[in-house]
């Protein structure tokens, strides 16, 4: 009798090993020796969802979209020369400067890139991601899948007429004239891009880094850029927001499907307007764990009173062993108010020499 | 006769029995409960903290205790001090509640060199205090702020999310070394010790305060946070303060954490960059704003 | 307990019940309900609430003709014929005030008139609200309400609360209070009573009642509205005093603590607790503005609830500041029964007056200017 219970106790707590709380990022230290390899098996939180937690990166070569009607997949000659060719570039503008070279011309040499030109960023600072997306063991020319086409669908008549209404409300002031005239990145409001979205995509610019914290009832994505906390609520009979409140990031509410946690977002700030969509986006998303240092993530656009039909991709996030650090973009935010006062003396100077030349 | 004598004997042993287990039972003055109620829940066999939590005392006006005073930034009058000329307009929307303080002992331990800062400070809030620009709050004030934040707490991460400015942070189970570069919010490293969470929290620089009077620290701050469930909607929380670059002692700050009950509590959003951008950059518009 | 000590516990208790209930403790009801027909006298009990205290709930007015201080050789009580005829004579002075004027008056004297009074001795509320209401009219004496009876505890009128020091007066301030207030007062010398809302009283500014309504001590003000509320549980005793819709919440339990010293508040901070059926409380912490006749900062003031018949809470209280009078002193009152309602008193809402009266006098002072700036003719 003693052993049976204690058969059943061994069972039990086997049952119950979740990890460890004081476990780090999940081990991946067990994996076998290639020659034995040991099939992974989805690691499950305590309530048995697939566990999405981690640093997550979804930097990638892999454009958005791509050349229209060209092929989705990419072979791997393909594939190894761009990534060869962006590692030359790398190296290449990696190199020390000719100390004895002249000064730039004035306006810059015409070079392209963030770091080009009168050179906003020296390429140290610019990390992009170094691979080519792959999905499924396919290697993606684009991250977008849906249209087949490759190109994000055409914008319809109403989302044209908004764009010419917001151009409209800004004529007549000059591009430094505000700081509200100015990008969300440079305001520190959001990221570069779509980084947080949703969708979450890369920027190609750097730090697209996420950490992924999850509970029965929550998904928590930290974007690191810049410190943006989204809550996914997870659970039945969830409502979104009353429709007049509106947040950076919109509202997410998830459930799962069998091993995909699926996310709908709508409720966005009418300021995070993703490619011209904002009021009626709704987002869906996808994630799926799919190796020990995967998550598919899979997103669809849904907005008919901007684009003419829904589309979507899959970007795949990679595990980073590295540490997430504080973005504290608006404490650091000296930027801003140099572009801004930068133009104000600029327009002082030539309004001064404008008067002494009339005098 | 004996058998009263003994009667007595065992009447009076047991009581004294009795009244030994109810004194060492009864819990004594100032501390807190243990953490065994039957409601606790759990995770992994530990108290689980996840939800929406939020404090309810004036400890982001002022950390030490204090009468209720007529606003943040004040100017001499002719008769009393009065407000200050920016903050005139808000009335009795600018004024300070009054509170009993929560720093154990009372009075925060400063050097008097620091003291004088304080006041310096105090006096000069608002060109100098970081909430008015919408800057990160910095570790404890991120918690006491007058807004919900989340803890979420899994298996493997426990990470806290501040309503506040999205404020966030991320608590390391594993200690990844020193604080690589110094931060607002610092580095966080969290264990559990019984049924307390305890989080050390150093790699600060020095430009948070402690609250909207001035308190205030320099880089080698040092945070040690204990948050300890006394039942399924309570959290006693206590902060120990290190920095002999101010204080000549360590010291403690403790407040209960209520969890925000209601149905469908959630945390909202407080990104308030956007809205100190007039304060920040309204004079370098093409017209300033008269 | 053996039959015979049940038997003589009860007869006790009768006696005792009997004692309790003679009119003699102080029934000086501004209300006269509940009294049963003298032949037949019901014996009072003490009123509890569901812990067993004496339950003080209700609502209350302290308003009496009789003044803090009595004269300065005046004895303790009055005899009844003295008090029936201050009560006579407030209400004939009331009577007079209230007759229609003559609809055909001249216009008054500029500054205002004095109004003759019918003859025989002012009383102490005629000397007060001559200033209310005497000269230019301040208030109609429609609205003034200082009460209707003498103080009567043990069914002896009184001529003044003070009981202790014996003569009846507060005592005196002590140097260091005299300097005290010498030096706040000093720097208000250089201003005009107009210039400023802060050199206006505390009333004014509708910060707190006038005189001590709430204080503590709660005094009447002999003006109106003298009305408090008294809500009880078994760790609180709120008492809310309608003008200005201030309260109190006492604190009543073991191992509580004031707040630290730089903590003051309006009211300052009440503990209390029962001895017997009284209830004690004693406050200190009291903010600064709200000086009792110049003691504020070291002021503690112990109070004593005893509620001594159905239509009455005997209240007794010690004034301590060693630093501003020479000693503590102890007065005594009656709160009454007050059956009406308690309203709403929304006094800085409608505060016209402050602005008025500042307004007022900027007003003057810019005629005044430019009456000397204009050219002679």
């Given at each position: ?7 059943i ?13 004081l ?17 992974w098996?989805l690691p499950?939180?305590a309530?048995?969802?697939?566990d999405l ?18 092929p989705l ?9 761009r ?10 503008l990696?190199?020390?400067s000719?100390?004895?070279r ?27 991601g ?15 899948t849906?249209?087949?086409s ?6 319809t008549p109403e989302?044209r007429?908004?764009a ?12 430094y ?7 969300l ?11 947080a ?8 610019f750097y ?11 929550a ?7 810049v410190?943006d ?6 659970g ?8 007049h ?14 091993d ?9 700030h009418?300021?995070?307007n993703?490619r ?7 987002v869906?998303e ?10 598919l ?7 008919p009173?901007t ?13 980073t ?15 801003l ?6 133009e104000r003396n600029r327009?002082?100077r030539e309004?001064?020499?404008?008067k002494s030349?009339?005098n | 006769?004996?058998?009263k004598?003994?009667?007595a004997v ?11 287990v ?5 819990p ?18 530990k108290?689980d ?5 939020q404090?309810?005392n ?30 005139i ?15 154990e ?33 910095g ?22 999310a ?15 070394g ?9 580095q ?7 049924d ?6 150093n ?15 320099t ?18 929380y ?12 360590p ?9 925000r009950?209601?149905t469908?509590a ?25 | ?15 005792a019940a ?6 003699k403790?102080g ?22 609430t569901?812990?067993?205290?004496p339950?003080?709930q ?26 029936e ?10 009577e007079?005030?209230?007759a ?5 008056r ?12 019918p003859p ?12 209310a ?21 043990d ?12 003569d ?11 300097q ?18 802060e050199?206006?009283g505390l009333?004014e500014?509708?910060?707190t ?5 709430l204080?503590p001590?709660?005094?009447p ?5 003298n009305n408090y ?8 005793v709120?008492?809310m005093?309608e003008?200005?819709?201030?309260v109190r919440?006492?604190?009543?339990g073991?191992?509580l ?9 309006w ?7 029962w ?9 200190t ?6 000086e ?19 239509t009455?809470?005997h209240?007794r ?16 009152l ?5 059956d ?18 500042l ?19």
């Amino acid at each position: 009798m003693t052993r049976i219970i204690l058969g059943i106790a061994v069972a039990a707590c086997a049952a119950l090993g979740a990890p460890p709380l004081l476990a780090g990022p999940e081990a991946t230290a067990d994996q076998a020796p290639a020659s034995i390899a040991k099939p992974w098996t989805l690691p499950r939180t305590a309530d048995g969802k697939p566990d999405l937690q981690g640093s997550w990166t979804n930097a990638t070569l892999t454009p958005l979209e791509r050349a229209e009607n060209t092929p989705l997949s990419l072979p791997k000659d393909e594939v190894e020369r761009r990534e060869q060719a962006f590692r030359e570039r790398v190296s290449r503008l990696a190199e020390d400067s000719d100390p004895d070279r002249p000064a730039p011309p004035k306006g810059g040499d015409g070079s392209t890139g963030a770091a080009g030109n009168v050179g906003g960023y020296n390429n140290f600072w610019i990390d992009p991601g170094d691979r080519i997306a792959v999905v499924n063991g396919e290697y993606r020319s684009s991250l977008l899948t849906v249209p087949a086409s490759g190109r994000v669908p055409a914008t319809t008549p109403e989302a044209r007429q908004r764009a010419a209404q917001r151009l409209a409300a800004r004529k007549g002031m000059g591009q430094y004239d505000h700081p509200e005239l100015r990008p969300l990145a440079e305001r520190c409001l959001m990221s570069f891009g779509s980084n947080a979205g949703p969708p979450m995509l890369p920027n190609y610019f750097y730090n697209n880094n996420y950490q992924f914290v999850q509970t029965p009832d929550a998904l928590m994505i930290l974007v690191e850029m810049v410190h943006d906390v989204r809550v996914v609520r997870i659970g039945e009979n969830l409502h979104h927001s009353p429709a007049h409140i509106r947040s950076w990031m919109g509202d997410s509410i998830g459930r799962w499907e069998g091993d995909t946690l699926v996310v709908e977002t709508t409720n966005f700030h009418p300021l995070q307007n993703f490619r011209g969509a904002s009021e009626h986006l709704k987002v869906i998303e996808r994630f799926t764990r799919t190796g020990p240092e995967t998550i598919l993530y899979k997103f669809e656009i849904d907005d008919p009173t901007t684009f003419v039909e829904k589309w979507g991709g899959e970007v795949p996030f990679n595990r980073t062993e590295d540490l997430i650090y504080e973005y504290a973009c608006h404490e650091g935010n000296y930027a801003l108010a140099n572009v801004l006062s930068g133009e104000r003396n600029r327009e002082k100077r030539e309004a001064d020499k404008k008067k002494s030349q009339q005098n | 006769m004996h058998s009263k004598l003994r009667d007595a004997v065992v009447a009076l042993v047991g009581a004294g029995a009795m009244a030994a287990v109810f004194y060492t039972a009864m819990p004594v003055l100032g501390q807190q409960k243990p953490a065994t109620a039957a409601n606790i829940p759990r995770l992994n066999g530990k108290p689980d903290l996840n939800g929406v939590w939020q404090t309810l005392n004036t400890a982001n006006w002022d950390l030490e205790a204090h009468s209720a005073r007529p606003a943040l930034a004040m100017r001499p009058g002719p008769i009393v001090p009065v407000p200050a000329k920016e903050v005139i307009a808000l009335g009795a929307v600018g004024s300070v509640p009054g509170g009993m303080g929560v720093v154990e002992g009372g009075e925060i331990p400063y050097t008097p060199e620091a003291r004088k800062k304080k006041e310096e400070n105090q006096a000069n809030w608002l060109e100098r205090d970081p909430e008015i620009k919408c800057y990160l709050p910095g570790v404890p004030r991120a918690t006491y702020m007058p807004f919900p934040f989340q803890i979420f707490q899994s298996n493997s991460a426990f990470a806290i999310a501040y309503e506040y400015a999205g404020a966030y942070r991320n608590i390391y189970l594993k200690d990844p070394g020193p604080p690589q570069v110094d931060t607002w919010m610092g580095q966080s490293v969290g264990r559990w010790d019984g049924d307390t969470f305890v989080v050390d929290t150093n790699g600060f620089h020095d430009q948070s305060w402690f609250d909207r009077s001035g308190n205030h620290h320099t880089e080698q701050l040092k945070v040690t946070e204990r948050y300890t469930m006394t039942g399924r909607d309570h959290i006693q929380y206590e902060a120990t303060i290190e920095d002999p670059g101010v204080f000549t002692r360590p010291w403690k700050m403790t407040m209960p954490l209520y969890r925000r009950v209601e149905t469908g509590a959630r945390l909202g959003q407080f990104k308030c960059v956007e809205f100190v951008e007039e304060l920040l950059y309204g004079q370098y518009r093409k017209e300033p704003i008269p | 307990m053996t039959r015979a000590t049940t038997f003589n516990t009860t007869v006790v208790a009768l006696a005792a019940a009997a004692v309790f209930t003679s009119p003699k403790l102080g029934v000086d009801a501004a209300s006269e309900g509940g009294q049963a027909p003298s032949s037949i006298a019901k014996p009072w009990v003490m009123p509890r609430t569901a812990d067993g205290k004496p339950d003080l709930q209700g609502t209350w007015s302290n308003a009496t003709l009789t003044p803090l201080e009595r004269g300065p050789k005046e004895s303790l009580h009055l005899s009844e014929e003295e008090a029936e005829r201050i009560e006579n004579r407030t209400r004939e002075v009331a009577e007079f005030r209230d007759a229609p004027s003559d609809p055909d008056r001249p216009p008054p004297a500029k500054g205002g008139d004095e109004r003759p009074l019918p003859p025989g001795d002012p009383t102490f509320i005629e000397r007060i609200s001559a200033a209310a209401g005497g000269a230019v009219g301040g208030y109609n004496n429609f609205w003034l309400d200082p009460g209707e009876r003498v103080l009567r505890i043990d069914g002896k009128p009184r001529a003044g609360m003070v009981i202790d020091p014996p003569d009846g007066r507060v005592p005196a301030l002590t140097p260091e209070a005299r300097q005290r207030m010498g030096q706040q007062a000093a720097p208000r010398k250089k201003f005009g009573q107009f210039d400023h809302p802060e050199l206006r009283g505390l009333a004014e500014r509708c910060l707190t009642s006038f005189g001590s309504n709430l204080g503590p001590p709660m005094l009447p003000n002999y003006f109106y509205n003298n009305n408090y509320q008294i809500v009880q549980t078994k760790d609180h005793v709120m008492i809310m005093t309608e003008m200005v819709h201030d309260v109190r919440v006492i604190r009543l339990g073991d191992n509580l603590q004031y707040p630290p010293k730089s903590v003051r508040l309006w009211f300052g901070d009440s503990i209390g607790r029962w001895e017997g059926d009284t209830l004690v409380v004693e406050t200190t912490n009291f903010h600064p503005l709200q000086e009792y006749r110049g003691a504020s900062e070291n002021l503690k003031v112990t109070e004593r609830f005893t509620r001594n018949g159905p239509t009455s809470i005997h209240y007794r209280f010690t004034v301590e500041d060693p630093t501003t009078f020479t000693a503590p002193w102890t007065a005594e009152l009656l709160f009454n029964t007050f059956d009406e309602m308690i309203y709403e008193y929304a006094c800085h809402e409608g505060n016209y007056a402050l602005g008025n009266i500042l307004g007022g006098e900027r007003a003057k002072e810019k005629r005044e200017a430019e009456a000397t700036r204009k050219p002679q003719p």
